[in-house]
Each structure stands twice: as structure tokens, then as C-alpha cells.
């Protein structure tokens, strides 16, 4: 499987380890990891920057990813998919296409058009805003939660406010990456997954 010979972070993979709190999907997943490229200090010095286009760009890698995705949280529990500015947008709507669902944007400010909600959260220096219709979700309707990528969480955790506040049910959150030294899955109130845990 070729675990760990490619990385550039953390000891090799022990296979003690393939199951985390509130995950259940395995620790490594061998194609994607075979798609992720490291950029170092990407889009500032000290940011190790895991770059999903070559996984996009490999018709091997792109149906790893949906089928594991689709994999994580059984379908008939959720209605509708929400993915999160940019990067969820292209797992969220994929996976949403491929399993018969519709899909829900979460923007940055000012992108949509319509009445929004909007929901604030901390970064290192500042503060960053994601938005949503108020119309996007139906009373109860049941969400699950997409994003490329878990780090710190506060963009997911600030999505499942997001979703809570115009009277959605976030039923779980799936990302393909999840970097596991920030332990962001502890700021997340919903059942997290993740396809390719990193170190
Ligand atoms: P966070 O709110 O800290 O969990 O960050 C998650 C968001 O930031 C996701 O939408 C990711 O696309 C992006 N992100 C954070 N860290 C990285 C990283 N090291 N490589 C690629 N994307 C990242």
C-alpha cells in the first residue's frame, strides 16, 4: 500500500491505530493518498498545503473519492448535501449528482443573491463569514456536511451553526483529508468522517 512512503509529516502508520473517536472509516486510504500533493509553505511560510487537484484531475482518484464518500454515512439518513466554499463544492456536488440528492453552497459573504444567514468564526489573525440562503433548507430537513479538508474545524463547525440556524438537522460531516495534530473533529457537534487521515 505504499503507507507513509510518500509523506512528508509523522512516523509511519502503526495498523494499532485505524479508528479514531466518532470516525469509523479507516485511517489511510491508499488512492487518495496516491493523489494528494504536499505544497510547503502554501499560501504562507509553515502551511503544508495538501492539494486535491491531481486527485480531481485522475479519473482513478475522483471515484475513490465520491465512492468513499458515499461510503461514510448511509444515504437514506440524510436528504440533502451541503458543501462548504470552494472545495466543497466539488465533492458535495458530485456526491450529491451521484446519489440522486440536491446540494446546498455555503459562500462566502456577498456571493449569494437571495435572503441569507451568516455565520462568523475565528482564524489565527481575524475573523471569516460563511453565508446561506434561509430558504435552502426545509424545517428538519436532515444535511449532510461536506469540506475537502478538516483542520482546526471552525469553518465545519461554523457551517453546522450555519445549518442549525435556518432549521436544518446536520447529521454528520464527511471531509476526504482530515489532519489529525489539529484535532478539529473535537469542535464539531455532529458525527465527523473523513477518508485519509493525516499526521
Ligand atoms: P479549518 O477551518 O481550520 O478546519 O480549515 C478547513 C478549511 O481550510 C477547508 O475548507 C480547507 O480547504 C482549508 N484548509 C485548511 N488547512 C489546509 C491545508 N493544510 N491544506 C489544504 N486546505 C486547507
Redesign the pocket.
Known sequence: MGRGSSRSLGPPKTSTRRDLPGGTAPRSHPVIERFIRDVPDFPKPG?????ITPLLQSPEGLKASIDGLSSLVAPASYDVICG?ES??FIFGTALAHALGKGFIPIRKPGKLPSKTAAES?ELEYGTDTIEVHTDAVSPGERVLMV??????????EAGLKLIRKIGGDPVACVFV?E?LF?N?RARLDAPSHSLLKVD
Open positions: 502551511i503544508l498545503f495538501k492539494d462548504i472545495r466543497g468564526y469540506d475537502d479538508l478538516l483542520a482546526t474545524g471552525g469553518t465545519m483529508i489532519l489539529l478539529g
